[in-house]
């Protein structure tokens, strides 16, 4: 059974907000017009406050009728779509059971928004906790929010003063303090806010900054493992430019030859394909569509699969390709903090954006176009799949730490 992620959020006030994308505060839901509800394939858990709050509207209502609902019927309604085993709204084809043929939730038709469960009310909306740090992002699973993730004109606009902002509110909250070494976490941040710098550089092409990128990272994930002074020895050196010349220089343009380069990209990005089929499936069409990528891309062989990327390539992907990446580091990076495994990040966010991309590539292969719709649709239901499913995120995290597949020069093939 799926159980919709529950996002841990404690009320938000806005003096809290510690980062926030710019975007973060226009969200709305499309509601009726969304394409994709989120009221469909996961079940919503309930939290402990609504719940008590619908067993009181289910007695409250046994004693007083509503103008449009007599006593027996409301009740039965009610119960009926509360899973008393799981906690949980019940489900039917697939569907939360209060979802109207609007596309809209009846119990806030019928009794407001209070009504509606902590996740049914704040999704899309996340935030990660780091040492009583707050960090908020809007899930790219929602299609709205998509829409604004992958289209967002301005750079990801994080609080200047963050990091010096950070250092006081951790000196301050130093009892609350969880698993993480409050020294690493700050030089994690100092870190991600230079790929950052990097992925928004758009006078380098996308590939060469995701090559810098995961350069970078292999070296701090050594220095990491070496300790905290090793890392800052890393860190300060790459911010005196040292490092970053000697890794341009270095772009591995590479030594293998074409035709292996090709090879390598063909059997890694179809072998990719075949492990995300194993996952979890969250959505019944998840299996299907892989399949039915794999065969679109891979089973003609390696020349088809070739004239299929190139012909795609005319498409100018740079834009969405950096929000994309920029959003997975943004939520992930830091998480780094608690198993000191930041390349497995970096790669997880290099694997995603390479797997949306060869569905889009299918998806140009069939329609002969990719819109803007198809690159919301395919990444709202990538991240619905993997971002929403402990079990997929755990698994692909620990495929990328131990299995050779992942190492870079595959990635570096495939870009
Ligand atoms: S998926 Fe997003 S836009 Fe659609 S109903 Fe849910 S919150 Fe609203």
Known sequence: MKIR???????????????????YKKFQCAASKCKDTCCQSWQISIDRRSWRKYLYLIRKERKQNRNDWNDKKTRQWIQKGLDFRTHSFAMKDGKCVFLDRDSLCRLQRI??????????????????????????????????????????????????????????????RASKKRCQDREVFLMLLKIRKN??????????????????????????????????????????????????????????KNDLSEMKKKEQRYIFMSSCCEVFEQLEPIQNKWKK???????????????????????????????????????????????????????????????????VREWAIARKEKMGKILLDDWIELSSHYSREIEHSEENLEMIEKMIEKH????????????
């Open 195 to 252: 790929f950052f710098l990097i992925l928004q550089n758009q006078s380098l092409s996308v590939k060469d900054r995701i090559i810098e990128i995961l350069e970078i990272t292999e070296k701090i994930q050594t220095a990491l493992e070496r300790g905290k002074d090793c890392l800052k020895r890393e860190i300060t050196e790459y911010e005196k430019n040292k490092k970053r010349k000697e890794i341009l220089k270095k772009n591995p």
């Open 289 to 355: 569509q892989m399949q039915k990528e794999w065969k679109t891309l891979y089973v003609g062989g390696l020349n088809e699969y070739e004239r299929k990327r190139a012909d795609f390539q005319k498409e100018n992907t740079e834009r969405i390709s950096e929000k994309f990446l920029m959003y997975f580091l943004y939520v992930y990076f830091l998480g780094g903090v608690y198993d000191g495994q930041i390349e497995t990040k970096v790669k997880f966010a290099i694997l995603s954006w390479l797997v």
């Open 404 to 415: 050779s597949m992942f190492q870079k020069n595959n990635i570096f093939a495939a870009l």
């Open 5 to 23: 992620n529950n996002l841990m959020m404690k009320k938000i006030k806005t003096q809290e907000i510690m980062a926030a994308p710019s975007y």
């Open 111 to 172: 009794w407001g928004a209070e009504l509606l469960c902590n996740i049914c009310r704040r999704y899309p909306r996340h935030m990660e906790v780091y040492d009583g740090l707050k960090e908020f992002s809007l899930s790219l699973s929602c299609p709205e929010a998509a829409r604004m993730i992958l289209t967002e004109k301005e750079n990801l606009h994080l609080d200047l003063d963050y990091v010096k902002k950070t250092r006081n509110a951790m000196r301050k």
